[in-house]
């Protein structure tokens, strides 16, 4: 079985990295259990969909990471699901770096990395 480590930051984001391909289908997963799909969310599967263009956009840009453009209607409803992703390449495998809202649930993430075949390990940063 596959590990992953959720690490759940001082501000309460949770970041997960996946292969390209598992973490589109995480999203992808999210979005049918959300039963929508907020602009961010779309935005950041768009990104994987064309990995390689905004891999070199990032490259090039200097950039560590890609903030997905959120709707005020997704912030005021509090919908917001991705906070930025980071794309990054090692050997032969593309990953993303995925940093969730707050509001997005531990045990939700946890639940659907289960069902993609991870056990799950959770790691709380501590600020002090």
């Known amino acids: 079985m596959k590990e992953i480590k959720i690490l759940v930051d001082g501000g309460k984001y949770k970041w997960v990295t996946l292969p390209k391909d ?58 917001v699901v991705v906070d930025k ?7 032969d495998q593309d990953l993303a770096t995925i940093v ?9 993430l946890k639940k659907l990395l289960e069902e993609l075949g991870y056990k799950v390990e959770i790691e709380v940063e501590k600020l002090w």
Request: a positive charge; charged letters at 40%.
């Open 22 to 79: 598992e973490a589109l289908k995480l999203l992808e997963m999210i979005e049918g259990e959300l039963g929508r799909s907020p602009r961010d969310l779309q935005e950041t599967m768009r990104y994987l969909r064309h990995f390689d263009e905004f891999y070199r956009d990032m490259k090039k840009r200097f950039k560590d990471f890609i903030a997905p453009s959120h709707s005020l209607d997704d912030m005021i409803r509090g919908v």
């Open 85 to 91: 992703v980071a794309l990054k390449k090692e050997g």
């Open 100 to 108: 969730f809202d707050r509001r997005v649930k531990t045990e939700l």
